[in-house]
Nanobody
Framework: QVQLVESGGGLVQAGGSLRLTCAAS????????MAWFHQAPGREREFVAG????????NYAESMKGRFTISRDNAKSALYLQVNSLKPGDTAVYYC????????????????WGQGTQVTVSS
């Protein structure tokens, strides 16, 4: 099992930046594919970015490419999301998820989730 705790959210003006962190505890973090999803009020949880458990291959939702960067530090059992050029439409709760030797853009493979961190972008 793995426990996940997100941090780093906050209120930021449009065009600003934040660095979200997902701290993992438990065993074998390096064996989990990791991802960030976000959920805006009244909307479904949506994939933002993912990083593979092996080799660090990344993928992004189309609207996040070039603005968001996902990374991981297996030695620290941590996942990061650098978010730049924020837009009001990025306002949402951001969740990290962990999938044992899996991943992808759907929620189903991610069996562990954090509690989320709120990102609010003002215009």
């Amino acid at each position: 099992q793995v426990q996940l705790v997100e941090s780093g959210g906050g209120l930021v003006q449009a065009g600003g930046s934040l660095r979200l962190t997902c701290a993992a505890s438990g065993r074998a973090f390096s064996n989990y594919g990791m991802a960030w999803f976000h959920q805006a009020p009244g909307r479904e949880r949506e994939f933002v970015a993912g990083i593979a458990w092996s080799g660090g291959v990344t993928n992004y939702a189309e609207s996040m490419k070039g603005r968001f960067t996902i990374s991981r530090d297996n030695a620290k059992s941590a996942l990061y999301l650098q978010v730049n050029s924020l837009k009001p439409g990025d306002t949402a709760v951001y969740y990290c998820g962990a999938a044992w030797r899996g991943g992808g853009t759907a929620q189903a493979p991610y069996t562990y989730w954090g509690q989320g961190t709120q990102v609010t972008v003002s215009s």
